[in-house]
């Protein structure tokens, strides 16, 4: 069974940092593209960003951009999302997210992706 299971989500400050983890277990996505999405309440689903199987090329979303970095570890099967900087506006429900296709590239579109983790909380008070 393919799972993928965020943590690290909090309630922090404006302007502090938070590290969230995403774990995969029951296949390897070591040649995968992963993304980051989030959902605030009465919102729908938006990107933040993504990162190809390689590390290599990333992608994010303007209003992150600067302020979050995406990252990988292949060896330990996991994604990061680093946030610094954060603002009130950041407050959301995480995902992380996995495409399915061998040496998949980035993509800022939910569809695209085939494996999606159960939500991590985020609050930033200001």
């Known amino acids: 069974q393919v799972q993928l299971v965020e943590s690290g989500g909090g309630l922090v400050q404006a302007g502090n940092s938070l590290r969230l983890s995403c774990a995969a277990s029951?296949?390897?996505?070591?040649?995968?593209?992963m993304g980051w999405f989030r959902q605030a309440p009465g919102k729908e689903r938006e990107f933040v960003a993504t990162i190809d199987w390689s590390g290599s090329s990333t992608y994010y979303a303007d209003s992150v951009k600067g302020r979050f970095t995406i990252s990988r570890d292949n060896a330990k099967n996991t994604e990061y999302l680093q946030m610094d900087s954060l603002k009130p506006e950041d407050t959301a429900t995480y995902y992380c997210?996995?495409?399915?296709?061998?040496?998949?590239?980035?993509?800022?579109?939910?569809?695209?992706?085939?494996?999606w983790g159960q939500g991590t909380q985020v609050t930033v008070s200001s």
């Open positions: 997210a996995a495409r399915g296709g061998y040496r998949s590239s980035t993509s800022q579109y939910p569809a695209n992706y085939d494996y």
């Open positions: 029951g296949r390897t996505f070591s040649w995968n593209a």
